[in-house]
């Protein structure tokens, strides 16, 4: 009963249960090989894509700004990794770390890009980005080697090197549980409000004192760090990266994460993350539907549709408020329903 | 305490402020009253930075604030609460009212003001956990000015609070303005409701397309032929 409640009323213990649940299950498929390989790779894919998720919903959730180009931060983070590890052999920390501070930079830059563009028309402009950063990739050889794309291994901390996908796995699972409780802790926290309050209201928030040219630029900064640290989690987890992986299509899948799984919430962050790495994947094993082509592209629109049409808040929001909450209020008498975040 | 001087702003090529001059003393009431689009919004949106005025200077207490950053001149003591009940709909009620407190440095306290501020408003009091967006419009308004008082102003500007709320609110809105002031506080009060306003008010101006046109003592305008004409309705 009183595991419930504190349940009930801090969302942190959900988060932090969750987490460690999450670690648990897979320090025990290492022991034990619970899953397929193959399912392995599908997990690695949904934790990182949880880190982009996440620091997209900073952007788009929280703050309220749009950005249709982030896929280029990613990629950037990607190739630093592999441009790192390749050339100056830094272990893996330093190396995640320089991996989402150096996208950081440019992610302020696009923050004053937004202070002189609103809504629709920062849009068009980091969607431009976007498509722009794709050819420069392709061009821009020494750094990342062009078409041919950069190889590199698998990380290594302490000399232990996480060579099997299963201990890569761990690690990563360990750095997006860091990144929830990092990320829970901020938006609880006055940073964390300033940004709501810019959302919702920017003239009320600026009358409040809070200055928009900051977090603004802060938004910004936040999500492009998440995002590179996540390239990069990609880079040491595909050991490949190549060019044509940071277009358009990447960018709208992560708008499609945020708003399929929920604005604003980190556990829908993560359900958006492990849908649409998964939803995918299922469909394609199915027999005549699983055989059209794009069927992903496909899916994910329909997705969104019909979640934007019969749940705005979001999968995860929808499902907390629908069985999540009543389950407690049944269960303790509440008639003050914790909130979420 | 505030002092306007020849202030001019412009929206592009529109006109809204010509050569306002106003005067607001030390525990004063003063309401700035006018028509639909005559300016008073933009009177208190050069006052709070929102809107850089082309000409003239905005003093408070003696310092010149005028083209200041907002956050700025929310640290010299003067807080906006902007017309159309802009709360952060998102938020919860004490978030709301946390973000009031966004810019006073000395965190320690801030409960034993959350506290005080519920007693102001005993409606939010029972609603710290609601959002903001799912209040009742008196509520919201209520929550607006609470979220105000939350920065310790010492002056406070409130746009239209009365704005689409039933005669009975209204009263009590204009019932905490005067408590607030009675406690210290600075108010600059723009209304459409003109016969409340001059009721707390203990001075007025009046805008008309961007300019002052009458202004003086709440009692006396209360009373002006020309004032009842135009702004208090034929049966006051
Ligand atoms: N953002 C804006 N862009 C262009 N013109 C504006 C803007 N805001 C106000 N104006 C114009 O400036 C003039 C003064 O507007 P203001 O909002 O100050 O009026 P007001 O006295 O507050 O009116 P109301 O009682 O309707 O709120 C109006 O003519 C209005 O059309
Ligand atoms: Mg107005």
């Known amino acids: ?341 | 305490m505030l002092k306007l001087h020849d202030i001019s702003a412009f929206y592009g090529n529109i006109n809204a402020l010509s050569k306002i001059n106003l005067k607001v003393k030390k525990g004063e009431i003063v309401s700035l009253l006018g028509a639909n689009g005559a300016g008073k919004s933009s009177t208190l949106k050069v006052i709070s930075g929102l809107l850089e005025p082309r000409e003239g200077d905005v003093f408070f207490r003696d310092n010149k604030i005028t083209g200041m950053e907002p956050e700025i001149i929310v640290d010299h003591g003067i807080i906006h609460i902007p017309e159309g009940r802009q709360i952060f709909p998102a938020l919860t009620v004490e978030e709301n009212l946390k973000i009031g407190a966004y810019r006073i440095r000395k965190s320690t306290d801030w409960r034993d003001k959350l506290d005080n501020i519920f007693e102001y408003f005993p409606a939010l009091s029972d609603r710290r956990q609601q959002k903001g967006g799912t209040l009742s419009g008196g509520e919201q308004q209520m929550l607006a000015i609470a979220r105000g008082l939350m920065a310790e102003p010492e002056l406070l500007m409130l746009d239209e609070p009365s704005l689409g709320l039933a005669p009975l609110i209204v009263k009590d809105i204009f019932k905490i303005i005067k408590k607030i002031n009675s406690e210290g506080v600075t108010i600059l009060l723009v209304e459409q409701n003109a016969n409340m306003a001059l009721k707390v008010a203990n001075r007025a101006y009046i805008l008309e397309t961007g300019e002052i046109v009458h202004s003086g003592n709440a009692k006396d305008l209360a009373s002006d032929e020309k004032v009842k004409e135009a702004y208090l309705g034929s049966t006051h």
């Open chain 1, 1 to 341: 009963m009183a595991f419930f409640k504190l349940f009930n009323n801090n969302p942190y213990f959900k988060y932090i249960l969750g987490s460690i649940i999450f670690v648990i299950i897979v320090f025990i498929d290492l022991q034990l090989g619970l899953f397929a390989s193959r399912t392995v790779n599908l997990l690695i894919r949904v934790v990182y894509f949880s880190v982009v998720a996440i620091g997209f919903n900073i952007l788009l959730g929280y703050a309220g700004q749009i950005s249709l180009g982030h896929a280029a931060f990613m990629g950037f983070g990607a190739y630093l990794t592999a441009f790192i590890s390749n050339n100056y052999g830094l272990g893996f920390l330093p190396t995640i770390i320089l991996s989402g501070l150096i996208p950081m930079v440019f992610g302020v830059i696009l923050g004053l890009v937004a202070l002189r563009l609103e809504r629709l028309y920062l849009a068009i402009a980091t969607l431009g980005i976007g498509v722009t950063i794709e050819f420069v990739f392709r061009e821009w050889v020494w750094f990342t080697n062009g078409f041919s794309g950069v190889r590199l291994s698998r990380p290594e901390i302490f000399g232990f090197a996480f060579n099997n996908s299963r201990h890569f796995l761990l690690l990563s699972t360990i750095i997006l549980f860091i990144v929830i409780l990092f990320t829970y802790n901020l938006i609880n926290s006055k940073t964390g409000r300033a940004l709501s309050a810019m959302r919702d209201s920017g003239h009320a928030a600026q009358a409040m004192g809070i200055s928009l040219f900051k977090y603004k630029l802060i938004a910004f900064a936040l999500s492009a760090f998440y995002v590179g640290i996540a390239g990069s989690l990609y880079a040491y987890a595909e050991r490949y990266v190549h060019p044509s992986t940071w277009g358009a299509e990447l960018s709208l899948d992560m708008l499609a994460m945020v708003v399929i799984g929920g604005l604003a919430s980190i556990g829908g962050s993560v359900t958006g993350a492990g849908f649409l790495v998964f939803v995918p994947r299922l469909v394609q094993d199915l027999p005549l539907i699983g055989e059209i082509t794009n069927i992903n592209f496909i899916l994910t629109g329909l997705a969104m549709i019909l979640v934007i049409r019969f749940m705005p808040i979001g999968i995860y929001n929808w499902f907390d408020y629908k069985f999540i909450q009543p389950f407690y209020i049944k269960r303790l008498n509440l008639n003050k329903p914790g909130g979420d975040d």
